[in-house]
Nanobody, 122 residues
């Protein structure tokens, strides 16, 4: 069983940066893929970025070059550095975990955090 707690959201202006954090509890953290999903108001939850158990990563096209995912296996944490934020980046960001490889499919993930709100004003 894995529990995830996100933090780091907030209200920023376009072009600003935020760093989201997700802390996990439970065993075998090193075996898990950790992924960030984004849900804008009235829309479905969408894949943003994921990091495989072995440190490989993937990003959705709209955030490439702006967002960076990283993990700290000792701290059992995953981070999302978000730069050059846009209005369309606003919404709730969720951290999710599954064993092995990060996928972009929400149903693949048995473990979810409660989400952290990001608001971007123009």
């Amino acid at each position: 069983q894995v529990q995830l707690v996100e933090s780091g959201g907030g209200l920023v202006q376009t072009g600003a940066s935020l760093r989201l954090s997700c802390v996990a509890s439970g065993r075998f953290f090193n075996n898990y893929a950790l992924t960030w999903f984004h849900q804008a108001p009235g829309k479905e939850r969408e894949f943003v970025s994921g990091m495989h158990w072995n440190g490989g990563s993937r990003y959705t096209d709209s955030v490439k070059g702006r967002f960076t995912i990283s993990r700290d296996n000792i701290q059992k944490s995953v981070y999302l550095q978000m730069n050059s934020l846009k209005v369309e980046d606003a919404g709730v960001y969720y951290c999710a975990a599954r064993t092995g490889i990060a996928t972009n499919i929400t149903l693949d993930y048995p473990y979810w955090g409660q989400g952290t709100q990001v608001t971007v004003s123009s």
